[in-house]
């Protein structure tokens, strides 16, 4: 149940709440709804005055502990705030957004459920908290991916709930209308059943950086790294999903062919630094089988450029991160044409798309203000100009994933 206490005089109208009512200058008229389980008694009353205090103290002790000092801080600073913002204090769990249902394209019908927590997207948080100074965030979500992954590997989700939930299933509410007309509305996300093979080396790769800043992690963190890898030696060939999980059929997907690579270079790299024991010559052995079968399979030479998946001409942005994985160097003559590539038919007003457009479904994205090209930097520079440019434009200030672009939203 949802309580509303003010002390303005309100009324019932078509099924909804309204008031008049006038505020004068340097007046606070306070509004307070709170919610509670209906079998319990009303929640308590809370004092709005203090526990807006209470609030501003605690974002301005928890902003000032930020160690990131480099350029554009305002804009880190807010970008942290939203992250720390989309974690569950009392797991540790990380939500992807705190919405759903809202249309990758106005009118469309690709409108997901993202409030809950996928482990690629919480790595990725992670890293950023961490690399900021904020290890206390990264040891509560290393404790929630320990009791949600417990188990067998084979079993591990893509997804949980903020508590650890498994059982995530998607229904579609037919009877609301959706964000500007975009339906179906949906709760819970059928993806969580896919096999994402990228989400294991966003794993293993997290728990290598945790141990490069020398946080200290819970003795199981090793056992259950060579589980997964023992797992992923046996799958890491199969087709999946991907990362921009595609319904329908699995394919090869480059990037999650690459992630196969990191989750094994990473666990190779954490033995060799810290002694833990493992089967390193099969861990290299599969590495190096992984990295020809992605040269072999997933570049296109014709366009000379990696692209979406095996035996496909079509481009897509996620290969993008080849170099900054450490797939391969920036230098290399392929990923230098994959970047040529993806510049020449995927640059949309300074956005880089998620799709090829000769797909038919381009969905805008904001990576390419991280080229790898050194002698590009003044590219990546004028393209993050814009993108900061789209954030101060924005009615909140944050960066969303999905900006329309054609329509300047």
């Known amino acids: 149940m949802t309580v509303l206490r003010t002390p303005v005089e309100t009324r019932g109208e078509d099924l909804t709440t309204v008031a008049s009512f006038e505020v004068n200058e340097g007046q606070t ?41 480099g350029d554009r801080r305002d804009l880190v600073m807010r970008s942290l705030i939203t992250l720390k913002a989309l974690t569950y204090g009392p797991s540790g769990g990380i939500v992807a957004a ?17 409030r809950f927590c996928w482990l690629r997207d919480a790595t990725f948080t992670l890293l950023a908290l961490m690399n900021s100074g904020y290890t206390e965030e990264a040891l509560a ?40 007309g975009a339906r179906p509305v949906r709760v819970g996300n059928a993806a969580h059943a896919q096999l994402q093979l990228d ?36 799958i ?6 991907g990362i921009w999980e595609r319904r329908g059929a699995g394919k090869h997907y480059v990037s999650s062919k690459v992630m196969t690579w990191v989750a094994f270079d990473r666990g190779i790299k954490s ?17 190096d089988a992984i990295c020809r079968d992605v040269c072999e399979k997933g570049f296109d030479a014709t366009q000379n450029a990696f692209v979406e998946s095996y035996g496909s001409q079509l481009l897509d942005a996620s290969v993008l991160l080849m170099p900054a994985v450490g797939f391969l160097p920036a230098s290399d003559p392929r990923v230098r044409g994959t970047i040529a590539a993806i510049e020449k038919h995927m640059m949309w007003d300074g956005f880089v798309l998620r799709h090829d457009p000769r797909e038919g479904s381009p969905t805008p994205m904001c990576w390419p203000a991280m080229s790898p090209r050194r002698r590009r930097c003044s590219n990546a520079w004028s393209r993050s100009r814009t993108i900061w440019a789209c954030w101060r434009r924005n009615s909140i200030p944050v960066w969303r994933v999905k900006p329309g672009i054609s329509r300047r939203r």
């Open 271 to 287: 033995a060799e630094k810290f002694g833990f024991k493992a089967p390193l010559d099969r861990w290299r052995s599969l590495r």
């Open 141 to 180: 979500w290393h404790n929630w991916l320990l009791r949600a992954a417990a188990g067998w590997p084979a079993n591990m989700q893509i997804m949980y709930g903020i508590m650890g939930q498994r059982r995530l299933l998607e229904w579609e509410a037919d009877w609301l209308l959706g964000y500007e």
């Open 29 to 69: 008229i306070p509004f307070v709804l709170t919610y509670g389980p209906s079998h319990l008694p009303l929640p308590a009353a809370i004092n709005p005055a203090q526990a807006l205090q209470d609030t501003e103290d605690f974002w301005t002790e928890w902003c000032s502990r930020c160690s990131y000092e």
């Open 98 to 114: 705190p919405t759903t249902s809202l249309p990758e394209k106005l009118g469309g019908t690709r409108n997901w459920d993202y």
């Open 236 to 241: 890491w060939d199969e087709p999946d999903h």
């Open 199 to 234: 989400v294991y080396g966003e794993l293993v790769d997290a728990f290598h950086q945790w141990r490069m800043a020398a946080l200290e992690l819970d003795e199981g963190s090793w056992a259950l790294e060579c589980t997964v890898l023992q797992h992923l030696a046996e």
